[in-house]
């Protein structure tokens, strides 16, 4: 995604769930002239982006915001592009996080939605999704305090549109020249939209 990132007019960099920092840390480095914000809910995320960016001396060119994905607290036309890394899975009320999206990218400014999804391979399904709903949680038990997370994990992936249905949705709140691109086996895709003149 971060190779991907189109050089866009007014070099702003809007990343939503950012987490704790890695998308934005990894776009200042491979452009750099680019200013980011990195919008996230939850504040010890925040709190790890923060202490990242400190310790890679990037904080002069990466910002970090608490906020609501569904409200954006910015202008309308703020950025030249928009990035969501495994992050939009997790948002009520898609529609209305992509209607905000739109609203704050300049006229040709991009989206770029990296998510997990349910691969389209009927032959590759058959090995994946046992693994994803019975092994993978079992498993966790092995490595985490909190096994239900993966229990959320797979419910979540597996309800979560299909490339095809995404690409629709972009295209539905003014999105054009969606295009998507499977990675890791279908696990992975990539959505572009780019936002009309």
């Not at 809910?41 to 608490?66: C, D, N, P, V, W």
Request: charged share 20%.
């Amino acid at each position: 995604m971060i190779q991907r990132l189109a050089i866009f007019p007014n070099k702003r960099l809007l990343d939503l769930a950012t987490g704790t920092g890695d998308v934005a840390v990894g776009a200042v480095r491979h452009h750099p002239q680019l200013q980011v914000i990195g919008l996230d809910f939850s504040k010890s995320m925040l709190e790890a982006a923060a202490a990242k960016i400190s310790s890679e001396g990037l904080s002069q060119r990466i910002s970090l915001i608490q906020g609501d994905a569904m409200n954006l607290p910015f202008p309308d036309g703020s950025f030249g592009a928009l990035t969501v890394a495994f992050g939009i899975r997790n948002m009520p009320h898609r529609r209305r996080v992509l209607e905000e999206m739109v609203r704050v990218l300049v006229p040709r400014g991009k989206v770029y939605l990296l998510e997990l999804t349910a691969p389209q391979s009927q032959w590759f399904r058959r090995f994946y999704l046992p693994y994803l709903t019975h092994i993978l949680p079992r498993l966790s038990r092995w490595f985490t305090k909190d096994p239900a997370a993966y229990l959320y994990l797979a419910d979540s992936i597996l309800h979560f549109p299909s490339p095809d249905d995404l690409a629709k949705e972009m295209e539905q709140i003014g999105l054009v020249e969606v295009q998507k691109f499977p990675l890791s086996f279908g696990i992975t895709y990539l959505h572009e939209g780019s936002k009309p003149e």
